[in-house]
């Protein structure tokens, strides 16, 4: 019955290299986002999608893209990954006109080497 | 401008009240909401008050609003030991599109 999944939980990986995370909802919302909480907890919001469209776009380098296959879906890909890409990367949903009552993934870990 | 600032550590006795506090500096906030994180999980939405309000009450959590000093407060009774964790203030400031700017983060860390 898990409302919001992403996978992977934990990616180890080589600066340079192009990986992507995975982000489910079962909840029946309409709108997805992604916010990177560093390591000091800081978190912050990237993007947000609304039925598969780009709402918001905070200034994040275009090597990071989301992409929305479908309303249930939220996936962002990185491409050449930096040092100060690694954090904790957190997707989370929120339903119509309720906007602001957002609902949080287990997040992803990402360490770049 | 957009930011939200808390106080970073928190240490009470099982029993206690703790009181987390948060200020914020956009008077256009209309939500303004209270998250816990524990260690290694998501964050988890505990309560929130409408930017009208003075207080809500839910259970054992009390939060507080003064709007014209831009104060939010969280107030937890009779705090317990699961109650250890990160607490998140944020605010939403642009309507209709889910944008939350979230504060720092206060670990509150409970003593048996």
């Known amino acids: 019955d898990t409302a919001v999944s992403q996978t992977p939980k934990y990616l180890v990986t080589q600066m340079g290299n192009d990986k992507s995370i995975k982000c489910e909802q079962n909840?029946?919302?309409?709108?997805m986002y992604w916010y990177k909480q560093d390591s000091k907890k800081f978190l912050k919001i990237m993007f947000s999608?609304?039925?598969?469209?780009?709402?918001i776009n905070e200034t994040v380098p275009n090597r990071f893209s989301p992409k929305s296959p479908d309303k249930a879906h939220l996936n962002l890909h990185i491409n050449s990954l930096e040092l100060g890409d690694s954090a904790v990367y957190f997707c989370?949903?929120?339903?119509?006109?309720?906007?602001?009552?957002?609902?949080f993934g287990p997040g992803t870990r990402l360490l770049v080497l | 401008g957009e930011d939200v600032e808390q106080s970073l550590f928190l240490s009470v006795r099982e029993g206690d009240s703790s009181v987390i506090n948060c200020t914020y500096t956009?008077?256009?906030?209309?939500?303004l909401y209270w998250y816990k994180q524990e260690p290694g999980a998501g964050l988890q939405l505990l309560t929130y008050?409408?930017?009208?309000?003075d207080m809500k009450q839910d259970q054992r959590l009390t939060v507080l609003l003064n709007k014209k000093d831009k104060h939010l407060s969280l107030r937890i009774a009779d705090t317990q030991t699961g109650d250890s964790a990160i607490y998140f203030c944020?605010?939403?400031?642009?309507?209709?599109?889910?944008?939350?700017?979230f504060g720092q983060g206060t670990t509150l860390q409970v003593k048996p």
């Open positions: 989370a949903s929120s339903q119509g006109d309720e906007w602001e009552t957002q609902y």
């Open positions: 909840l029946g919302h309409d709108t």
């Open positions: 999608y609304n039925n598969k469209e780009l709402i």
């Open positions: 956009d008077s256009s906030s209309t939500y």
């Open positions: 008050i409408f930017s009208n309000m």
């Open positions: 944020a605010e939403s400031i642009v309507r209709n599109t889910g944008k939350l700017i």
